[in-house]
Each structure stands twice: as C-alpha cells, then as structure tokens.
C-alpha cells in the first residue's frame, strides 16, 4: 500500500471528509485530493500537519511501521 492509501484510511476511520480536513490544512480541497490520490508528493510541513490531525507519527503515514500509535493531546 502506497502512504496516499494511508492517509486515506486515517481520514475515513476519523469520519472526515476531505473537504474538512483540507480545511484543517488550510487549503482548497482538490489540492488536498491531489494528495490523497497520490497524484503530488505530500509535502514536510503537510505530512507533520496530518500526523498532528490523526495522533500518529508520520512513520506510520509514510509505511515505515505498520505501528498505529495515537498519541495523546
């Protein structure tokens, strides 16, 4: 599985639509489906801003561990 399956995965399991987690990102949604798709690269800072959305690290966002850790807030 590809990391843009990933954060697809995550954004379903929270019940989030793209369009609301675009806005969390603070950017227009088809730019954030670009993403998801895997049609753009996710950039550094967009990667942490979804880890920090999800609780997780972005390891688990990029496939280096199959260890879902949801920190605590």
């Known amino acids: 599985m590809a990391y843009y399956k990933r954060i697809r ?3 379903e399991d929270h019940d989030f639509t793209q369009r609301e987690v675009a806005a969390m990102l603070q950017m227009p949604q088809p730019q954030y489906f670009r993403y998801e798709q895997g049609y753009r690269d996710i950039p550094t800072d967009i990667l942490i801003a979804l880890a920090d959305i999800y609780n997780t690290s972005t ?3 990029l ?3 199959d260890d879902v850790i949801f920190y605590k807030k």
């Open 63 to 65: 496939e280096r561990t």
């Open 9 to 11: 995965e995550l954004r």
């Open 59 to 61: 390891d688990y966002i």
